[in-house]
């Protein structure tokens, strides 16, 4: 199965409420903006481009709030193709919402392409290998582990190395410089904290399905 099929066909039976989803979008958010500044550094980009990185990583996926009554289907066990059109849309929804708020270009482009993918089978342009904008790759490589190895209301988190496992798998959705430097953040001792983050995360999610 592809990887960014995993976590958008199956949905669980469970209702949630839209605090819930709110709370699930801000942790992604926190998460991606945390990995999208340590790859940056490891990649040895300046400050600028950094905290550019971290505010993508923290609002890369606005559009989805947008589109909520789309993409979290209460009541359905899976999502149709009609659907999985709207999700498709959330990039340029989040880019047109953004642009009103006069966000720097190279945040807008990295929230409109961070779901191209290197071999050019992404969205929403189909754009291939260096033609992506360098923001959209570094945070598509930070965007598809953060959700692979957090916990979700129709899977459990896969562990670091399975996630890194499937990734590997699909290494040719990634730019291949990129994913080296977020190996060596991965096992590098930067990525103890964002390991606790991780796991705190993951423990209040298991503990909301425990309670539905
Ligand atoms: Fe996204």
Redesign the pocket.
Known sequence: MLLQEIGTLEWSKQEYTAKDDLSEAIDHGILVSNLAFLLSKELGKDDEFCYAMAEAGMV??I??LKLGKYLYGRNKDTLVIEEMKYVRM??TI?YDILKNYEYSDIILETVYH??ENYDGSGYPDNLKEKSIPYGARILRTC?VFAALISERRYRAAFDIDTAIELMVEEVKNFDMEIFLAFLRIVNSDKFNEIQSFIESINKKNMFIKDTK
Do not use: A, T
Request: aromatic share 0%.
């Open positions: 890369h996926d559009g989805k959330h990039p989040g961070h779901h965007d």
